[in-house]
């Protein structure tokens, strides 16, 4: 089944960019999402990509897709402390809007002042 | 006006018991499905279902079933509880076929937090 990886853990300083990477599988993967999940909370979802995509940018948030490589990214432009949380990449195969997203383990975003 | 809400947001067990979790979204949604967070932050699917039908279901113990009474909510009741289904349990909703290009966007709901003591 389809497998996607992300790295633990990722430490930035305030006012750096942050780059979170993901890997998945699953080349017939359509959906590619970004999910943030604050301590105690819920997931937030934050950003998503179509696969016929190579980038999406809205505010601060670039997604970078390479279909090739099956390696999505995200970076965080500015690092905000309210930006600490656990970011979650996850993918959905198909177009019929039914399917379960398989998700990735979890990058910890720790920002320090 | 909470998009996807799950009630309760705790729920505090003995071993043994009977429990059920209730989800309800309000975006007009066809599909919604349930997840499982374990410990470590994994996130793994549980059931799915569209317009009342089930059409996912994972290797799950037959001690938990889903039921949905409208497209609208989907709830998940528990027999005889184990320590192992501690964890939080989150439902969510799509759009479905009927969305477009946002058929497949999942929309979170907060989460449960299931201890078994």
């Known amino acids: 089944g389809e497998d996607v990886e992300q790295s633990l853990f990722l430490s930035v300083r305030e006012g750096d960019s942050s780059v979170i990477n993901c890997t998945y599988t699953?080349?017939?993967?359509?959906?590619l999402y970004w999910y943030k999940q604050e301590p105690g909370a819920g997931l937030q979802l934050l950003t998503y990509i179509f696969s016929n995509m190579d980038m999406k940018q809205d505010q601060r948030l670039t997604v970078l897709l390479n279909k090739k490589d099956k390696h999505l990214s995200l970076r965080i432009a500015d690092t905000q402390t309210g930006d600490s949380a656990i970011y979650f990449c996850?993918?959905?195969?198909?177009?019929?809007?039914?399917?379960?997203?398989?998700f990735g383990s979890g990058t910890r975003l720790q920002v320090q002042p | 006006d909470t998009a996807v809400s799950q009630t309760p947001k705790y729920l505090v067990t003995q071993m043994g018991n009977d429990k059920s979790i209730k989800c309800e979204q309000n975006l007009g949604h066809d599909t919604m499905y349930w997840y499982k967070q374990d410990s470590k932050k994994f996130l793994k699917i549980m059931f799915s279902?569209?317009?009342?039908?089930?059409?996912i279901n994972e290797t799950v113990p037959n001690r938990f079933s889903p039921k949905s009474p409208d497209k609208a909510h989907l709830n998940l009741h528990i027999n005889s509880l184990e320590l192992g289904d501690s964890a939080v349990y989150f439902c969510a909703s799509s759009p479905g076929v009927a969305g477009g290009v946002a058929k497949n966007i999942q929309y979170f709901g907060a989460g449960t937090r299931l201890s078994v003591l």
């Open positions: 996850a993918s959905a195969a198909g177009d019929t809007g039914r399917r379960a997203l398989t």
């Open positions: 279902y569209n317009n009342k039908e089930l059409i």
């Open positions: 699953d080349s017939s993967s359509t959906y």
